[in-house]
């Protein structure tokens, strides 16, 4: 499926990185300008949703909201799940940005899974369209994320990127401005927050929440010495009182190397469907991981070990995806 240009008269004023996690909005000649979770607030009122917040303003609420109020996320597994949370989202970025007084609807380029099929891209345009945007361009954006990272992907030699995000991680080899080939794992960095949760669930009867969950997998990917501990507070299934868990970090590595082992069987076998000459670019450091969810370490490990390649972390691998967007809106504006 063809995911680029769909006939601008002009190129789009906007680009739109639309995460699981976070949704950032870059303006042609100005860069990031939105930067904000993925969430929407509901109240049910007389048996209907009603909007009550939407992206930064949400996430305090996450986990701790009551009956009648809940907490969406438009995507999981790195695509649309909820199109009335996802159209209010978008609304919500476009009048951060523009006003609401604004003129016209703006068209736009959205980041999308190179796997997304043609329903998933559909209803996201059909969720922009409620938005209030104009025309779409959908990009592919394990191709973002090269460009982002600084990977030669238009260059007649091989490159390859591992873009792990909160939902999906998507690895894709490059050469001469096109795909060559790609797989996608729809598992990212919330699924490593569940399988942390899961752990101290089964092995040490505590419960822990999403935000913990969240901060404690930071700080495993930015501490990763043996004799290092790491103090967790939750809930003890023991006494069902609140409670604090002081671990060694090592206990987790058994966790994060099956995690990251899922991608990097992935790498493996996109490495072995593409010819030898572009698998023999891949040894001199052609290979770079991005996105927002990964623990850089243990991710490039387990891609080494299990391809034989080096792998370089990218700069910001966070930012990744946004700057291959912007560059990219600026070169359909030149």
Do not use: W
């Amino acid at each position: 499926m063809n995911f680029h240009s769909f006939g601008f008269r002009r190129g789009p004023d906007l680009a739109i990185d639309l995460g699981t996690a976070n949704m950032r909005i870059m303006v042609r000649g100005e860069g990031v300008v939105f930067d904000e979770p993925s969430l929407c607030y509901y109240e049910k009122t007389a048996g209907q949703m009603k909007l009550i917040a939407a992206g930064r303003d949400v996430l305090a609420m996450v986990d701790r909201v009551p009956g009648t109020h809940v907490v969406r996320r438009p995507l999981a597994r790195g695509v649309l799940q909820d199109m009335e949370a996802a159209a209010a989202l978008l609304a919500h970025g476009l009048s951060s940005v523009v006003g609401k007084k604004r003129r016209g609807r703006l068209p736009a380029m959205i980041g999308i899974p190179a796997d997304a099929t043609k329903a998933e891209a559909n209803a996201l345009l059909a969720a922009a369209d409620d938005a209030g945007f104009g025309r779409i361009e959908l990009v592919r954006e394990p191709f973002a994320a090269a460009i982002g990272a600084e990977l030669p992907v238009r260059e007649a030699r091989a490159s390859m990127v591992v873009e792990c995000g909160a939902g999906t991680t998507e690895v894709a080899v490059f050469s001469i401005d096109g795909q060559c080939r790609s797989r996608s794992v729809r598992l990212g960095g919330l699924g490593l927050d569940e399988a942390i949760t899961e752990h101290l669930h089964l092995r040490h009867h505590f419960l822990i929440g999403k935000i913990t969950a969240e901060t404690l997998k930071k700080h495993l990917a930015q501490d990763c010495a043996e004799d290092a501990e790491v103090e967790i507070r939750g809930r003890s299934l023991h006494n069902g009182l609140p409670g604090t868990l002081t671990l060694p970090v090592s206990e987790f590595h058994p966790v994060l190397k099956r995690h990251f082992g899922r991608f990097a069987d992935a790498a493996r076998l996109v490495v072995g469907e593409i010819s030898p000459d572009l698998a023999a670019d891949l040894l001199s450091e052609r290979v770079v991981a991005t996105g927002g969810g990964i623990c850089a370490e243990f991710l490039a490990e387990a891609i080494t070990a299990e391809c034989g390649v080096p792998v370089t972390i990218a700069n910001d691998p966070s930012g990744c995806v946004s700057r291959g967007l912007m560059q990219l809106l600026e070169e359909r504006a030149a």
